[in-house]
């Protein structure tokens, strides 16, 4: 049984009155409060997984860069950046985010294959710290952006290492066949065409290989072909002041063992160590996964034939990553069950209508009846950001707690105010509203 908690955190987790709390606050009285579905952080949590990885990382000099795209919820964002973390961003959008939780520009690092005109333009006029660009196509786009607003644009450029993360298919970005960065090999362009970019400056290079990695070998693979990069730019006379580390630091969601923060530190300071550049790393997961949780509620249990179903309020547009890439989540009972409880199998399903939204299959479960509360475990990262509307369902809401209180730090979006977003045009009449 003790099984079925694995993924709940003991620093921040507890049994009160029977029941799953978190942080002191009992999971059912913030279910009483806000509704369900919703998500749930805990600060403590995610302090705790920045500073395990801030200590191992902070001797080596490597800044973090948190990867906003896990969680960039407002709140959660200021509370990194009281911790002084820096930012990953891969669009304006998140920029504004950054910003608005409190991360200076200066700590900004901007990813992403596809930015915008308008998208360089707002990073270079906020003065971040870097963009990485992904192309040549990218470097003359800030060339001539940089030019137009009489600024010098500080840019590393990403390489693609053709490393193989070995992970999910759709969350690899280290081959050759990826769309992300600069093969290696292509580098040799950059000694001419450097010098025509009068308004950019390279001051570094760029990997992110991929997410949720479980062993250290891709990255030993990928940090030690940046170190030869390195060498070699640096022999062709480009001074190579920093290298970004980009971020895939994976996490058990079941019984796996991932690297520890301590093991990542030793493979940058054994590669990198020593090249005299300014590190840093974009991680996103590994800080925010297990500090967050989606609370769902059981409609029905379902007998079928074949199988129960335990049909949960919580939808796949609320959690996409067991419909996108079959990732698991643990699912917990809010209230504890007895020492004997009767265990069966479920598939945990929600309510919509396509057979994608599973959350679990053939799930044993102790027994579950509805109205009871559940948790789907180590779901703080790629959770509510990628949220959406989904057969006409309100925009799930966040909760933060932090020692013994808890904030809704997003409400939840009703359909009625998501219809205000929209408009009917003058020509189909008032019948249209
Ligand atoms: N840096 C760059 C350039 C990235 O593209 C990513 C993630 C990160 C850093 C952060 O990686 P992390 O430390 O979180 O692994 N939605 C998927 C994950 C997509 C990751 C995309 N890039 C999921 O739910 O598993």
Redo the contacts with the bound molecule.
């Keep these: 049984m003790t099984d079925l908690f694995r993924r709940l955190p003991a620093s921040c987790w507890s049994a009160r009155e029977g029941e799953l709390a978190l942080e002191g606050v009992k999971v059912s009285e913030i279910a009483n409060a806000v509704g369900t579905p919703f998500y749930l952080y805990s600060a403590a949590r995610l302090r705790e997984n920045w500073r395990t990885l801030a200590d191992a990382l902070s001797p080596l000099g490597v800044a973090i860069h948190y990867?906003m795209?896990?969680c960039a919820n407002k709140a959660v964002v200021s509370i990194l950046a009281a911790e002084g973390a820096g930012a990953?961003i891969?669009s304006g959008g998140e920029l504004t985010r950054a910003l608005g939780g409190g991360i200076p520009a200066s700590k900004v690092v901007f990813?992403g294959v596809g930015k915008t005109d308008a998208e360089i333009a707002q990073a270079l006029r906020a003065g971040i710290h870097q963009i990485n660009a992904e192309s040549y196509e990218e470097l003359w786009r800030i060339d001539r952006i940089a030019g137009e607003l009489g600024v010098v644009a500080k840019v590393a450029l990403r390489v693609n290492p053709d490393v193989d993360a070995d992970t999910h298919a759709k969350?690899t970005?280290g081959k050759k066949d990826n769309k992300f960065g600069v093969d290696a090999h292509r580098l040799g362009r950059l000694d001419n065409e450097l010098k025509a970019m009068a308004n950019l400056r390279l001051v570094g290079l760029a990997v992110?290989i991929g997410?949720?990695i479980l062993t250290t070998k891709p990255f030993e693979e990928a940090y030690g072909r940046m170190r030869r990069l390195v060498l070699a730019m640096r022999e062709r006379g480009h001074a190579i002041e920093r290298l970004d580390l980009?971020?895939?630091?994976g996490i058990p969601y079941r019984n796996e063992q991932a690297p520890s923060a301590a093991e990542i530190a030793e493979v940058i300071r054994a590669t990198v160590g020593d090249l005299g550049c300014a590190l840093a790393v974009?991680?996103?997961?590994?800080i925010v996964a297990d500090a967050g949780v989606l609370v769902t509620r059981v409609e029905f249990v379902k007998e079928g034939t074949e199988r129960a179903f335990a049909v949960v309020d919580a939808g796949m547009n609320d959690l996409m990553?067991p419909a996108m890439?079959d990732?698991h989540h643990d699912i917990v009972p809010v209230r504890l069950p007895d020492a004997d409880a009767d265990f069966t199998t479920y598939d945990v399903v929600g309510p919509i209508c396509e057979s994608s939204d599973t959350f679990a299959k053939r799930r044993s479960l102790p027994r579950l009846a509805a109205g009871d509360l559940v948790v789907m475990a180590t779901a703080g990262?790629?959770g509510a950001t990628?949220a959406g509307t989904y057969n006409a369902r309100a925009l799930v809401p966040e909760v933060l707690v932090e020692a013994g209180r808890f904030a809704v730090v997003r409400r939840r979006v009703s359909v009625e105010e998501q219809l205000g977003w929209e408009a009917s045009p003058d020509w189909l009449g008032s019948a249209a509203g």
């Design positions: 990867a795209k896990a990953d891969v990813s969350i970005t992110h997410s949720q980009g971020g895939g630091f974009e991680p996103g997961r590994s990553r890439y990732s990262a790629y990628m």
